[in-house]
């Protein structure tokens, strides 16, 4: 497979996982399913916006930059043969680093969430009634939340999403990271051996 392949495949996978990441971000500004009275009242990492900014808006430009990597042309510009692919390959690495950089920040946002707990009204007040991720394994302290309603299972099921999908995000820009390498050192098709005797990507 070219490394224009592989790049574009890299792209189709990581724009679902970009909406799907800034859906559920929206969806925690909804705890339990239902709009509060009182936006104090929603756990704070979900304004930290990891899910809509980092494994969402940042992911989009990475994506649409390894999309295009497979309609370049290999054989070159400025009259330098796969000086254009090598330089396109080049440029990936970058925007790849800047995926790296969106899904670590929605991962550390979500793993911080899921270890803190959500923000519940616990009878007397509005606080954070869990401590360092006691609640993961112990369900029957779960009833801590008054409410909103099934805001435990809401939190806890979202920000888990967010944590694997800003994980895979991160892997596949991390192996674009590689491929990008080797389109710079490689050059073009031919160069590697990688697409036939044509040369096409």
Not at 23 to 35: C, D, E
């Amino acid at each position: 497979m070219c490394t224009g392949d592989c790049a574009k495949c890299l792209g189709i996978t990581l724009i679902p996982l970009a909406v799907l990441c800034t859906v559920a971000n929206i969806l925690l500004f909804f705890p339990g399913g239902k709009v509060v009275d009182n936006n104090e009242h929603i756990t704070d990492e979900v304004w930290y916006f990891g899910g809509i900014i980092g494994s969402g808006l940042l992911m989009i430009f990475p994506a649409l930059v390894f999309l295009g990597l497979k309609n370049n042309d290999c054989c070159g510009c400025c009259g330098n043969e796969s000086c254009g692919k090598r330089f396109a390959m080049f440029s990936s690495i970058i925007f790849a680093a800047v995926g790296v950089l969106g899904a670590g920040y929605c991962f550390a946002v979500s793993a911080v969430a899921l270890n803190k707990g959500p923000k519940c009204e616990t009878g007397q007040q509005w606080a954070y009634p869990f401590q360092n991720g006691d609640y993961l394994s112990n369900h029957t302290i779960w009833n801590k939340c008054k409410s909103p309603e099934n805001i435990v299972p809401w939190n806890l099921t979202l920000f888990s999403l967010l944590l694997l999908m800003s994980g895979i995000q991160a892997v596949l820009c991390g192996i674009q990271v590689v491929n990008g390498l080797l389109g710079t050192v490689c050059g073009d098709c031919k160069c590697c051996g990688c697409c036939g005797g044509d040369g096409a990507v």
